[in-house]
């Protein structure tokens, strides 16, 4: 709990921000406040969604499992998508970002995968949960799992105001009983099962998983590992906005990507080498196509409502945060289907004016 005072105190020296959502007063933690993290949710009685926590990421199996590890540990796959935090608040399901705002998006199509009575048996319960597709609204990338739209994903649960995850068995079992849909789970390992999981890793690579999320059974002690190709992917992705990313973006994904191939040489090393090549240059080919035609570079997301007021909240929240950097297409929300499908474009600001310089023939310093 967090008390009012204390609350108006973070809100008044900017450690937290007020907002409203469709009625629903609620503020997010900008910083740590009382031992909660950042994007933790103070709901109007006090009660504190706590923000879901970093996850430190292991680099080497061999030298990083025996290290990190000292009891067995489930492997749960990593899901290539954004992360919500799904709730019942006063009657009504609301799905928080991990930067603690509500999610317009999600909170609409939660009824699409989740059955809500599980908010009835488990009024407390907190679904932390992984939603991604090919039509999400943040995301340029997607996953092998999800062939159209999007799905979600359950990989942990919380009660509300109780610190720590709900332990893996009693997960499990609570999943099971109200039918949620979890993360594919890998099973069961220990520390020195090094070369199970290298082989797992090898295989959800090949099928183009993301990696790998290690839990042990009281789920308090966990870490990740991804595969090469996800690297890669990353790049492929990113690449049309390399200059409006920070550096780290990619020299991270590289040095993972040098790393992973060191452990896990393989095949051909040289096919690995000429798709990290075109990774990098399609996106930047791309970007300079779009220059030339368009004049401008940026992305166009297309995703699905259940309800057109839905789709106005997501606009009204793009518009508030996303300013002049999004652009919505002229005839959306349209329906399709049975659903309202919304397209905008997210706008590339500095590439965008490098190429357009570049293009015009302007004279450029290094």
């Known amino acids: 709990m967090i008390d009012g005072e204390t609350l108006q105190d973070a809100i008044a020296n900017h450690r937290a921000e007020a907002l409203t959502f469709d009625g ?14 950042r994007g933790s949710v103070v709901l109007p009685d006090g009660s504190v969604v706590p923000g879901y926590p970093a996850i430190g990421r292991i680099q080497s199996l061999e030298a990083g499992l025996p290290r990190q590890f000292d009891q067995p540990f489930w492997a749960e796959e990593k899901i290539d998508g954004f992360n919500v935090r799904i709730l019942r608040w006063e009657g009504r399901v609301v799905a928080f970002s991990r930067g603690g705002f509500v999610c317009a998006f999600s909170t609409d ?4 995968f989740v059955d809500l009575a599980v908010f009835e048996a488990e009024p407390d319960l907190v679904l932390c949960t992984e939603i991604a597709g090919p039509d999400t609204p943040y995301l340029e990338g997607s996953t092998p799992r999800v062939a159209h739209d999007v799905g979600l994903f359950v990989f942990d649960l919380m009660r509300l105001g109780q610190p720590g995850f709900v332990p893996q068995d009693e997960k ?7 039918h949620l849909p979890p993360a594919p789970l890998h099973g069961q390992f220990t520390p020195e099962d090094t070369k199970a999981l290298g082989r797992l890793i090898r295989q959800l690579d090949a099928e183009g998983a993301e990696g ?3 839990k042990t059974a009281d789920g308090e002690h966990r870490a990740k590992y991804v595969a ?32 992973f191939l060191a452990e896990h040489p393989p095949e051909e090393r040289a096919a ?5 090549g075109a990774a990098l240059l399609s996106g930047l080919a791309t970007a300079v196509d779009k220059s030339r035609r368009d004049g401008r570079v940026g992305h166009t997301y297309r995703c699905r409502f259940r309800e057109r007021a839905g789709a106005q909240r997501f606009i009204d929240h793009m518009q508030a945060t996303g ?23 997210r706008l590339f600001d500095r590439i965008t004016g490098t ?11 290094d």
Request: aromatic share 10%.
């Open 228 to 259: 090469g190709g996800s690297c890669i992917n990353d790049i492929r992705v990113c690449s049309e906005q390399l200059l409006d990313l920070p550096p780290e973006y990619f020299t991270n994904r590289l040095t993972r990507l040098a790393i």
């Open 24 to 37: 629903l007063e609620y503020a997010r933690l900008l910083e740590p406040v009382h031992h909660y993290p």
């Open 109 to 112: 199509r939660v009824p699409d």
């Open 355 to 365: 190429l357009a310089s570049a293009l015009a023939g302007d004279r450029q310093y």
């Open 172 to 178: 499990f079992a609570l999943m099971e009983r109200h």
């Open 323 to 345: 300013g002049r950097h999004v652009r919505f297409l002229p005839d959306t929300p349209r329906q399709e289907n049975g659903y309202w499908v919304l397209e905008f474009e």
């Open 212 to 214: 790998l999320v290690l």
């Open 272 to 276: 690995v080498e000429h798709e990290l």
